[in-house]
């Protein structure tokens, strides 16, 4: 068995689209509370990956363990209630909804759905909602205090970077054990992504034992912010290890650095 | 949030609530088809007005809408006490009430959940057939009606399977071969009285029966009123219901299945419970509305259900605007008196809302009135 200081372990994992291979026999281990970057060029498998462990897409072949559990072919749903969280490359935030009710569908698995309270027991409603509107305030505080103050406006009304930060803050709701953070600087300027960043650190600080993997295109955030990498070409594990080592590999730099 | 004081608030739902009255008064009781055309084209000015000017807004706000849901009932009874004794107009008024509930039950499932139900008039008429059947026997007459939406509900779930398993247009499909295998069977089964139907006796609770007329303090009242009465009734408590679900976790889990099933699945989302609930809800409120609805009337046949019916419930949600409960009742009363108000387009009424669905899918998508955003319910902005 796995070492107990590995959180997910992939062995052999495998996708196919067709006769496209978009994870090829993908081994790797994420150490439980480290910020692992997954970088490699564009069509390199990293989003496929993300797909793959949270259920989107089973895998062809292969097998994931999440905390010794296995998940392969679990359920998003279920892979969810274990702890796995993400946001995605492109927003899929509820734009007709407000931020707070966006940031409830994050807190989902720990409301009470049923009817009966839902209907009829309003004060207990009330009291639940106070504290998820408590919760979601906390987060949104770490990564921008006026955002918190407008938990109730519209998501439409909130500017780009507001937005990625209640997508990430959705992720945050349900106090996952993993987060899958899906190229959170994108389409966002140089300081804005740096402060991003160092909310992330923030929030991964206060929560204690959470994990993270970051998929990033942007090589000074990952210098920054990473714990270790990890760098795929043709849905295959390249090479693996610090920044510095990663990026001093002649694979590396071939494949995907685009240095001779 | 401020919030203003009670006479403030009362005032307002009663000015509004008076407004809306007194133009369905005029509508209801104008005799000629010119009239009506003024007073349609009254309302039109005065509501484009005071959208204009920001005073119907203003109104709506201060009023809050539990104190203008009890205006408008108020305002409901009002008008049946006025018609008491002209039936025709109280069918009116009962049938577009019924249809409102009917597509309360629409909008649960199309509006909040994105099933869509192309299927609204079988299931209305499953309400009526169960309601047929029951109410003959000893069974008290309330629980026909909630049995008509638990059979109703029931008969729903035989398109789970499918409806879960497809969505958007092929969901759809689903739901309109339904409806025409619905009728079908009707129309084969005698035991429900085949193509000619069911007669039904009436509505009787606690020995009173709805189809008398009666005198009430020495005036004359139809049997119809009381019709009315339940009617009005059986949509404030589908109001409620309705809206108490959307302002919760429940609605916003159904948001979440509506706009993007994939983020959803990713936060422990089950789409295929949510869609049933919407689903099973949707379709015991429209059965409740169908077994009031027999009952009132006293005959059901297949005809009463078909395809073309269905569509209209549809287009009442697409004419008010998808998710928003003020429009949907704005649009069935449209969709219900307008025809029979202005007899030369009766013909044409399936033209005529065609056409209009069209005219506000171009002009404006979103219908008469647009979705609002769900407000808050924990304790301090209650």
């Known amino acids: 068995m796995n070492a107990p200081e590995e959180l997910l372990v992939c062995r052999e994992l495998t996708r196919q689209f067709g006769g496209v291979v978009a994870l090829s026999g993908l081994n790797l281990e994420v150490r439980r509370g480290e910020l692992l970057g997954l970088i490699g060029p564009n069509g390199s498998g990293k989003t496929t990956f993300f797909n793959v462990v949270t259920g989107l897409f089973p895998p062809s072949r292969g097998e994931i363990l999440f905390a010794g559990a296995p998940l392969a072919r679990a359920?998003?749903?279920?892979?969810?209630?274990?702890?796995?969280?993400?946001?995605?490359?492109?927003?899929?935030?509820?734009?007709?909804?407000?931020?707070?009710?966006?940031l409830a569908i994050g807190a989902h698995q720990r409301l009470d759905h049923r009817i009966w309270v839902n209907v009829l027991r309003r004060r207990a409603l009330a009291r639940e909602a106070d504290a998820t509107a408590a919760a979601a305030t906390e987060?949104?505080?770490?990564?921008?205090?006026?955002?918190?103050?407008?938990?109730?406006?519209?998501?439409?009304?909130a500017a780009m970077i507001d937005r990625r930060r209640v997508e990430i803050c959705r992720a945050l709701m349900s106090r996952p054990r993993l987060l899958l953070l899906d190229e959170p600087s994108a389409g966002m300027t140089a300081e804005e992504t740096t402060r991003l960043m160092d909310d992330i650190l923030e929030v991964r600080r206060r929560f204690g034992d959470l994990t993270i993997i970051l998929i990033e295109h942007e090589m000074s955030v990952i210098q920054r912010v990473t714990d270790r990498c990890i760098v795929l070409n043709y849905g295959k594990k390249l090479c693996e290890g610090t920044f510095a080592e990663v990026s001093s590999n002649a694979e590396v730099r071939r494949a995907y650095l685009g240095l001779a | 949030m401020r919030s203003p004081g009670a006479g403030r608030r009362v005032l307002s739902a009663a000015v509004l609530a008076a407004?809306?009255?007194?133009?369905?008064?005029?509508?209801?009781?104008?005799?000629?088809?010119?009239?009506?055309?003024?007073?349609?084209?009254?309302?039109?000015?005065?509501?484009?007005?005071?959208?204009?000017?920001?005073?119907?807004?203003?109104?709506?706000?201060?009023?809050?809408?539990?104190?203008?849901?009890?205006?408008?009932?108020?305002?409901?009874?009002?008008l049946v006490g006025v018609f008491h004794d002209d039936p025709f107009v109280l069918l009116l008024m009962a049938r577009a009430l019924l249809v409102l509930v009917a597509c309360l039950g629409l909008h649960v499932q199309l509006a909040d959940a994105g099933v869509p139900n192309f299927a609204g008039a079988a299931f209305f008429g499953v309400g009526g057939y169960t309601?047929?059947?029951?109410?003959?026997?000893?069974?008290?007459?309330?629980?026909?009606?909630?049995?008509?939406?638990?059979?109703?509900?029931?008969?729903?779930?035989?398109?789970?399977?499918?409806?879960?398993?497809?969505?958007?247009?092929?969901?759809?499909?689903?739901?309109?071969?339904?409806?025409?295998?619905?009728?079908?069977?009707?129309?084969?089964?005698?035991?429900?009285?085949?193509?000619?139907?069911l007669k039904l006796g009436g509505l009787r609770i606690l020995g009173w029966s709805f189809n008398d007329d009666r005198q009430l303090l020495g005036v004359d009242v139809s049997g119809y009123a009381f019709y009315?009465?339940?009617?009005?009734?059986?949509?404030?408590?589908?109001?409620?219901?309705?809206?108490?679900v959307e302002r919760s976790w429940i609605g916003i889990a159904l948001d979440a299945v509506r706009l993007d099933e994939?983020?959803?699945?990713?936060?422990?989302?089950?789409?295929?419970?949510?869609?049933?609930?919407?689903?099973?809800?949707?379709?015991?409120?429209?059965?409740?509305?169908?077994?009031?609805?027999?009952?009132?009337?006293?005959?059901?046949?297949?005809?009463?259900?078909?395809?073309?019916?269905?569509?209209?419930?549809?287009?009442?949600?697409?004419?008010?605007?998808?998710?928003?409960?003020?429009?949907?009742?704005?649009?069935?009363?449209?969709?219900?008196w307008l025809p029979e108000k202005l007899q030369p387009i009766q013909e044409y009424r399936y033209l005529?809302?065609?056409?209009?669905?069209?005219?506000?899918?171009?002009?404006?998508?979103?219908?008469?009135?647009?979705?609002?955003?769900?407000?808050?319910?924990?304790s301090v902005a209650a």
């Open chain 2, 352 to 378: 005529l809302f065609s056409v209009l669905v069209v005219l506000v899918l171009v002009l404006r998508p979103t219908g008469l009135v647009r979705r609002t955003l769900r407000r808050p319910f924990g």
């Open chain 1, 139 to 157: 987060l949104l505080e770490i990564f921008d205090p006026p955002l918190a103050r407008r938990l109730f406006e519209p998501m439409t009304a």
């Open chain 2, 19 to 78: 407004l809306a009255a007194l133009l369905l008064y005029g509508f209801l009781a104008a005799e000629s088809e010119t009239t009506v055309g003024l007073i349609l084209l009254g309302a039109v000015v005065a509501v484009a007005v005071g959208l204009r000017t920001g005073v119907l807004d203003r109104l709506l706000r201060a009023a809050g809408t539990p104190t203008m849901l009890g205006s408008l009932g108020l305002a409901a009874l009002a």
């Open chain 2, 228 to 244: 009315c009465l339940a009617a009005v009734g059986l949509a404030l408590a589908a109001v409620w219901l309705v809206r108490r």
């Open chain 2, 131 to 197: 309601a047929a059947v029951l109410g003959r026997g000893a069974l008290p007459h309330p629980l026909v009606l909630l049995a008509s939406g638990a059979v109703a509900a029931a008969v729903g779930s035989l398109l789970l399977l499918p409806l879960l398993r497809t969505r958007g247009h092929y969901a759809a499909l689903i739901t309109i071969a339904f409806g025409l295998l619905f009728r079908t069977f009707l129309e084969v089964n005698d035991a429900l009285g085949g193509p000619q139907g």
């Open chain 2, 262 to 336: 994939t983020a959803a699945a990713c936060f422990g989302i089950s789409i295929g419970r949510w869609k049933i609930a919407a689903f099973t809800l949707g379709n015991a409120i429209i059965g409740v509305a169908g077994g009031l609805s027999a009952m009132m009337v006293g005959f059901i046949a297949p005809n009463n259900f078909t395809f073309q019916e269905s569509l209209v419930l549809v287009s009442v949600l697409l004419l008010g605007g998808l998710g928003n409960l003020a429009g949907l009742a704005v649009a069935a009363l449209i969709v219900v």
């Open chain 1, 75 to 102: 359920t998003p749903q279920r892979i969810h209630r274990a702890g796995i969280t993400r946001t995605f490359q492109r927003s899929r935030l509820c734009l007709e909804l407000s931020i707070f009710d966006n």
